[in-house]
């Protein structure tokens, strides 16, 4: 079946560095999506890409779908310790419906 | 206006009870979903109705069993509870288009512990 990989699971940044997680398909995807879930609470829905190739921002957060529509990236400038939180990636193949397909997620921590 | 709310937030239950999640979406959408988070904080998708018709249905146990009175509702019933099933139930409901769903929107979730 579909499968999405999300790598790292964990990562620990001081507040400024960067941060990027990355979100890997087996199968061609029609579109993904991103979440964010603080701790403690529930996942909620950043944004979509559809196209391939494309880039999208939301102030320091930049989305990216690869060429191949198999590969995505968030990545997130100068973190705050706001950004606190589990990102998710959910890919939908073209076949499956309204089904998507959540990776394992990237919990990011942010020391001040 | 809560747009997806679920009930109850905590739910401590004893092995073997049988107990009920509901969930209710204010939002005119066509499909609801129900995922279960375990500890490592993975969500892997349960159910699916659209228009209250069942779509998805992964491998769950058939002690696990959701109802949909209406296309606003969707209700989660599990049956002789197990240590294994404590959890977080997230509800969730989205509108789905002809290139796919839009965004998810997730309820606030019901933490599950079978003690």
């Known amino acids: 079946g579909q499968q999405v990989m999300q790598i790292p699971q964990y990562q620990h940044v001081q507040e400024g560095e960067d941060f990027t997680t990355y979100c890997n398909s087996s199968?061609?995807?029609?579109?993904i999506q991103w979440y964010k879930q603080r701790p403690g609470g529930h996942p909620v829905f950043l944004i979509q890409l559809v196209k391939s190739g494309e880039v999208k921002k939301q102030k320091r957060l930049t989305f990216q779908f690869g060429e191949a529509k198999k590969n995505s990236s968030l990545h997130i400038t100068a973190t705050q310790t706001t950004d606190v939180g589990t990102y998710f990636c959910a890919g939908r193949v073209e076949t499956s419906g309204s089904r998507l397909t959540f990776g394992e997620g990237t919990q990011l921590t942010v020391n001040p | 206006d809560t747009a997806v709310s679920q009930t109850p937030k905590y739910l401590v239950t004893q092995m073997g009870n049988d107990k009920s999640i509901k969930c209710e979406q204010n939002l005119g959408h066509d499909t609801m979903y129900w995922y279960k988070q375990d500890s490592k904080k993975f969500l892997k998708i349960m159910f699916s109705y659209n228009n209250k018709e069942l779509i998805i249905n992964e491998t769950v146990p058939n002690r696990f069993s959701p109802k949909s009175p209406d296309k606003a509702h969707l209700n989660l019933h599990i049956n002789s509870l197990e240590l294994g099933d404590s959890a977080v139930y997230f509800c969730?409901?989205?509108?789905?288009?002809?290139?796919?769903?839009?965004?998810?929107?997730f309820g606030s979730g019901t933490r599950l512990t079978v003690v």
């Open positions: 969730a409901s989205s509108q789905v288009r002809i290139r796919g769903p839009d965004g998810y929107t």
């Open positions: 199968t061609t995807l029609s579109n």
